[in-house]
């Protein structure tokens, strides 16, 4: 193998690794606290808000269901405007954090909406009151 060869090839594996692990930070800066804001915002959930819950949650659905490559063609002019370009590593994060965001979220929120009522009885069972009545007390 040549030098030239293996020169390119930690390139592109370097290339990949920045492009991963930007767009899986982003999309967990974002996807995670979206997450949050879906359960505690459902139908018995801490700030029950049906008009926000219901929006936010078709939106989410909505970029889960697209595929990549129709989402990618169709941030080519947010990407030109937020990058510069439509080609490279940092051009390819832009639609790489926005369709990573949605799966992140579902991610979250199916794992915050499972530990809930466990929390809330390991709370009782240890004489504590629930999440909600503490947060219903700091809001007020």
């Not at 492009?19 to 804001?37: K, Q, R, W």
């Not at 949605?102 to 466990?118: D, E, N, T, V």
């Amino acid at each position: 193998m040549s030098d030239l060869w293996l020169s390119e090839l930690a390139d592109a594996i370097r290339d990949t690794v920045v492009m991963v692990g930007v767009s899986a930070f982003v999309a967990a800066l974002v996807g995670i606290p979206l997450a949050l804001v879906l359960v505690t915002t459902t139908r018995g959930g801490i700030f029950e808000k049906r008009v926000v819950n219901s929006t936010l949650g078709a939106l989410v659905n909505a970029f889960r269901s697209t595929p990549f490559i129709i989402l990618l063609v169709a941030l080519l002019p947010l990407t030109r405007v937020l990058i510069g370009t439509t080609i490279g590593v940092w051009a390819a994060i832009v639609p790489l954090s926005i369709a990573a965001i949605p799966l992140f979220c579902a991610c979250g929120r199916s794992q915050l909406a499972r530990s809930g009522p466990r929390f809330d009885r390991s709370r009782a069972g240890n004489g504590r009151a629930a999440p909600a009545y503490h947060l219903a007390c700091a809001a007020a």
